[in-house]
């Protein structure tokens, strides 16, 4: 199982975690223990880190704990940051399992978000609610799809490197949106450069009582779709397999321009959709400069849970605990907000080290 | 004794007979440069060298055979430093050694040349030589390119200091890490499966320069898988099998054998004692008759390298048309583009009278047409996926073994069980990733997935390439069989014994173009020889 051979591409195609086999049990605890092994280690030299700046770690994580896990209203709060997180997780999924390298989803998201939050208040209006969110949902999946056509294509039949197409992309798209933001879609009556915002009442429905938007559902329906696609499909065998081999999928006879454009499609268009989710659930309107850069950072986690979908629900929810857990501790310590990202870039450090000892321990033969 | 050696060489191929090597050499000095003393390497689960002794005395060739998983790349690995034996001892000079690392076997004047070349394509040769320098020292390429030329001129060989490597052929980048090894001071100089990558020709220079080396008083140990190569060759032959060393064949007892003996002999020691009969066997093959069922004409394809050209070829059902030449004269295109692999610039293609030439791989795999890699990691497999999948690779959405799109677990395990029961395919279990079966074994694999189900027609590429000796006979049978059930067959093979074997009849590539047909009789060895050497263009 998981023969990893490097950082850079962890058993693409093949479904380590999800295969149950004879004598499985001892891996999984060893997948366990190289899935938690990193974090624990992430947070210990984090909080080193934290010592250093002369705030009380301790502390730190009681916030991030309190703020975002134990706390009702943090609770809700990470549960709904987790809806496009997981949008963009499902799409890095499909795509790093069929070996594409899609890095702008940032694009792909800001672009869909700013045409979602233009497009929302403009049809309220006139159209049902449920309508709006529909039209809005396909609408948002439909620009993120449209900005990956040019790596797409420039993969399919030239074969350019789309590393670098899509990050090229995401420059343009996040510059294309700020002009949009500022000079096509803004809103007159507010003195700062944003859209109009979508009122509440027209936003995605919360869940039940809480505060949680359901697009924590659509993100979970998503990511779970792609795995079971990815792992128990005859498409996504053939997605896998342009991923592991590319000459054996010529071999084979698919037809790999073909499932690399279909790739770079669904990918983006789930960025796009993230970008739609959280516009209609959380934010309501776009203002100018705003860019989360989500999918930048969920890249690691994707990369944390070896391309499975429900290991990869895991890990953003850790995240989305770290993130909405550490917005407030930051505020309550003195720590810049960004400190979030410093744990996740240990984290990525720390990932690297244990991969490279595991390695270590499997070519001494245990 | 270098002339000697060389003409020796160049017989073997023309005539694929093997004559006996030349007188062995006295030993220049009592006592072996190099002694493995029961030298016995644990991997988890196998034993790859059991209490293993071997001796190299210098100014010969001592030749390591053994088939795949025998523990050759095991000894190789301990010489050269990337591994250390758990038990038993090295002596260099006759005092024991520990050989830690590859820069420790090089200063003890161990020098390894592997399979895979491990020079900087995008250097030059002197550029490459001067690697592994001391990082703020600026080269001295002229210093180097005159040791090296002093060197080249001691062994015989001419390489040009500044040309790129990448340009260089796979046999001239063999002699710069040749002359590299030897600049750097090696005495002993270890071969490893050096000739596999070569062209026939290439094959015999090296042959000829091992000779030269020999001459100045140094060690090789060259190991292949080729019987014939070993004898043209080698001074002293040693046999490993599971990891245990068999038998040492001396130079005296090897010059004693004469060719044919030592043949038999080696074989009865690599595998046991029926093997040797099995090897001599010979099979008659039946006329094949009525009309040809797969139809080549005008075939052309473009290609930067080899632009393949004019192919006319009809293969009738239970005939085997041989494609013979001396590798990358067109070959691999030629079968790509008839198994729609590669797109065709003119020509046209029929099957049963239908004409395929439109369609697409899986159009032609549906309709019979088959095609067996030589590429078995490279494009023939998924080496990180089951077996049972790689059994299904290009039948991927078809039904019983998807239903909708959905896979059926079931129906994939039951496929795969009995593709590996029916072409005896050696695993742990169906789960278990291709590529970690032996190079045999993936082979069995592909057999089994090109010949199962509705086959009518089937290229085989090199099909017995890097296997070893038990291994090749199973799929030379598996080919017999597919064309004793009435499939056209098309053997395309470097081996020209292969051809020769197999083929009813056979045509011969050169430069993308088919230079001749002759008909597999008493004459065809001459023929096709003087074919594939251009004597008819």
């Known amino acids: 199982m998981s023969d990893t051979t490097e950082i850079a591409a962890p058993e693409i195609g093949s479904d380590a975690l999800l295969a149950p086999r004879g004598g499985a049990w001892r891996e999984r605890a060893h997948l366990l223990v190289l899935a938690l092994g990193p974090v624990i280690g992430a947070v210990l030299l984090s909080g080193l880190v934290l010592l250093a700046l002369g705030v009380n770690p301790v502390a730190y994580y009681g916030y991030v704990v309190e703020r975002g896990l134990l706390n009702p209203y943090g609770l809700q709060a990470t549960l709904t940051r987790m809806g496009p997180l997981l949008l963009i997780a499902a799409g890095l999924i499909v795509a790093f399992r069929a070996g594409i390298w899609n890095l702008g989803g940032d694009g792909q998201?800001?672009?869909?978000?700013?045409?979602?939050?233009?497009?929302?208040?403009?049809?309220?209006?006139?159209?049902?609610?449920?309508?709006?969110?529909?039209?809005?949902?396909?609408?948002?999946?439909?620009?993120?799809?449209?900005?990956?056509?040019?790596?797409?294509?420039?993969?399919?039949?030239?074969?350019?490197?789309?590393?670098?197409?899509?990050?090229?992309?995401?420059?343009?798209?996040?510059?294309?949106?700020?002009?949009?933001?500022?000079?096509?879609?803004?809103?007159?009556?507010?003195?700062?450069?944003?859209?109009?915002?979508?009122?509440?009442?027209?936003?995605?429905?919360?869940?039940?009582?809480?505060?949680?938007?359901?697009?924590?559902?659509?993100?979970?329906?998503?990511?779970?779709?792609?795995?079971?696609?990815?792992?128990?499909?005859?498409?996504?065998?053939?997605?896998?397999i342009v991923g592991a081999n590319p000459r054996a999928a010529i071999h084979a006879g698919l037809s790999v321009p073909a499932l690399t454009v279909a790739t770079f499609a669904?990918?983006?268009?789930?960025?796009?959709?993230?970008?739609?989710?959280?516009?209609?659930?959380?934010?309501?309107?776009?203002?100018?400069?705003?860019?989360?850069?989500?999918?930048l950072t969920v890249v690691p986690l994707v990369f944390l849970a070896r391309f499975n979908g429900f290991a990869s629900i895991a890990f953003v929810f850790l995240f989305s605990v770290l993130s909405i857990g550490g917005e407030s501790a930051a505020r309550r310590t003195g720590v810049p907000n960004f400190f979030t990202l410093v744990v996740v870039a240990i984290l990525l450090v720390m990932l690297g080290i244990t991969e490279y000892l595991d390695q270590r321990r499997r070519a001494a033969g245990k | 004794m270098t002339q000697t050696l060389s003409a020796h060489a160049a017989t073997a191929n023309a005539n694929g007979k093997v004559p006996s090597p030349g007188p062995a050499h006295p030993h220049g000095a009592a006592r072996p440069i190099v002694t493995l003393d029961h030298v016995t390497k644990r991997f988890p689960g196998v034993v790859a060298n059991d209490r293993v002794s071997f001796d190299l005395w210098p100014g010969e060739v001592h030749v390591l055979l053994g088939e795949n998983g025998a523990g050759k790349s095991t000894l190789v690995g301990m010489l050269s430093g990337l591994q250390l034996p758990d038990e038993g001892g090295v002596l260099i000079d006759g005092h024991e050694q520990r050989i830690s690392s590859p820069a420790r076997a090089l200063e003890l004047?161990?020098?390894?040349?592997?399979?895979?070349?491990?020079?900087?394509?995008?250097?030059?040769?002197?550029?490459?030589?001067?690697?592994?320098?001391?990082?703020?020292?600026?080269?001295?390429?002229?210093?180097?390119?005159?040791?090296?030329?002093?060197?080249?001129?001691?062994?015989?060989?001419?390489?040009?200091?500044?040309?790129?490597?990448?340009?260089?052929?796979?046999?001239?980048?063999?002699?710069?890490?040749?002359?590299?090894?030897?600049?750097?001071?090696?005495?002993?100089?270890?071969?490893?499966?050096?000739?596999?990558?070569?062209?026939?020709?290439?094959?015999?220079?090296?042959?000829?320069?091992?000779?030269?080396?020999?001459k100045l008083g140094?060690?090789?140990?060259?190991?292949?898988?080729?019987?014939?190569?070993?004898?043209?060759?080698?001074?002293?032959?040693?046999?490993?099998?599971?990891?245990?060393?068999?038998?040492?064949?001396?130079?005296?007892?090897?010059?004693?054998?004469?060719?044919?003996?030592?043949?038999?002999?080696?074989?009865?020691?690599?595998?046991?004692?029926?093997?040797?009969?099995?090897?001599?066997?010979?099979?008659?093959?039946r006329a094949p008759s009525s009309q040809p069922l797969l139809q080549i004409e005008g075939l052309a394809v473009e290609d930067d390298s080899v632009p393949v050209a004019g192919i006319d070829l009809d293969v009738s059902p239970g005939e085997i048309v041989g494609i013979a030449g001396i590798d990358g004269n067109g070959q691999k295109q030629f079968a790509e583009a008839v198994a729609g692999q590669r797109r065709l610039a003119a020509g046209r293609i029929r099957l049963g009278g239908q004409a395929i030439?439109?369609?697409?791989?899986?159009?032609?795999?549906?309709?019979?047409?088959?095609?067996?890699?030589?590429?078995?990691?490279?494009?023939?497999?998924?080496?990180?996926?089951?077996?049972?999948?790689?059994?299904?690779?290009?039948?991927?959405?078809?039904?019983?073994?998807?239903?909708?799109?959905?896979?059926?677990?079931?129906?994939?395990?039951?496929?795969?069980?009995?593709?590996?029961?029916?072409?005896?395919?050696?695993?742990?279990?169906?789960?278990?990733?291709?590529?970690?079966?032996?190079?045999?074994?993936?082979?069995?694999?592909?057999?089994?997935?090109?010949?199962?189900?509705?086959?009518?027609?089937?290229?085989?590429?090199?099909?017995?390439?890097?296997?070893?000796?038990?291994?090749?006979?199973?799929?030379?049978?598996?080919?017999?069989?597919?064309?004793?059930?009435?499939?056209?067959?098309?053997?395309?093979?470097?081996?020209?014994?292969?051809?020769?074997?197999?083929?009813?009849?056979?045509?011969?590539?050169?430069?993308g173009r088919v230079v001749g047909m002759v008909d597999n009789d008493a004459a065809a060895r001459n023929r096709v020889g003087e074919l594939m050497s251009g004597a008819t263009p």
């Open chain 1, 266 to 295: 669904i990918s983006a268009a789930l960025a796009g959709l993230a970008g739609a989710v959280e516009i209609m659930g959380v934010q309501g309107n776009v203002r100018a400069d705003w860019n989360p850069a989500y999918s």
């Open chain 2, 357 to 511: 030439e439109r369609l697409d791989v899986g159009g032609r795999r549906r309709l019979g047409l088959r095609y067996v890699t030589d590429d078995r990691l490279g494009e023939g497999t998924v080496g990180t996926f089951p077996i049972s999948l790689n059994l299904l690779l290009k039948q991927v959405g078809e039904a019983p073994f998807w239903r909708h799109g959905i896979e059926q677990p079931e129906a994939i395990a039951a496929h795969a069980r009995r593709m590996v029961g029916e072409f005896d395919v050696r695993t742990p279990g169906i789960e278990t990733a291709i590529g970690k079966l032996s190079g045999g074994n993936i082979q069995k694999a592909l057999l089994a997935r090109e010949l199962s189900g509705k086959a009518r027609a089937v290229i085989f590429a090199k099909p017995t390439y890097g296997l070893d000796v038990q291994n090749i006979r199973a799929t030379r049978q598996r080919i017999r069989e597919a064309a004793d059930r009435g499939l056209a067959v098309i053997l395309i093979s470097t081996d020209l014994e292969e051809v020769l074997e197999l083929a009813d009849r056979i045509a011969v590539m050169s430069r």
């Open chain 1, 109 to 240: 998201f800001l672009l869909s978000a700013v045409i979602v939050a233009a497009l929302g208040p403009l049809l309220a209006p006139y159209l049902p609610v449920w309508l709006v969110l529909v039209i809005g949902l396909v609408v948002g999946a439909m620009v993120g799809a449209a900005w990956s056509v040019l790596p797409a294509l420039l993969k399919a039949y030239q074969g350019v490197n789309e590393i670098i197409t899509t990050l090229m992309m995401t420059f343009l798209g996040v510059s294309l949106a700020n002009v949009l933001v500022k000079l096509f879609f803004r809103d007159p009556a507010t003195t700062v450069p944003q859209t109009r915002t979508l009122i509440v009442a027209d936003r995605l429905p919360r869940l039940f009582d809480t505060t949680i938007s359901s697009g924590l559902i659509i993100g979970l329906v998503a990511i779970i779709v792609v795995h079971l696609v990815m792992t128990r499909t005859a498409f996504g065998l053939k997605l896998r």
């Open chain 2, 109 to 214: 004047g161990i020098g390894t040349v592997f399979q895979h070349s491990m020079l900087v394509p995008s250097l030059s040769v002197v550029d490459n030589m001067a690697l592994g320098g001391r990082w703020w020292s600026r080269p001295d390429r002229e210093g180097l390119a005159r040791k090296m030329a002093a060197v080249c001129a001691d062994i015989g060989v001419t390489i040009d200091p500044n040309a790129k490597v990448g340009s260089l052929s796979l046999g001239e980048q063999q002699q710069v890490e040749i002359v590299r090894a030897l600049m750097r001071g090696s005495r002993v100089l270890i071969l490893d499966e050096a000739t596999a990558m070569l062209t026939p020709k290439g094959a015999d220079d090296l042959g000829a320069l091992m000779g030269r080396l020999v």
């Open chain 2, 218 to 285: 140094i060690a090789v140990v060259f190991i292949t898988h080729k019987l014939n190569e070993a004898l043209a060759f080698g001074h002293r032959i040693t046999v490993l099998r599971l990891g245990r060393r068999v038998d040492e064949i001396s130079p005296e007892r090897l010059s004693a054998l004469g060719p044919a003996a030592a043949t038999a002999e080696i074989i009865r020691l690599m595998f046991g004692a029926d093997a040797a009969a099995q090897a001599t066997a010979s099979h008659p093959r």
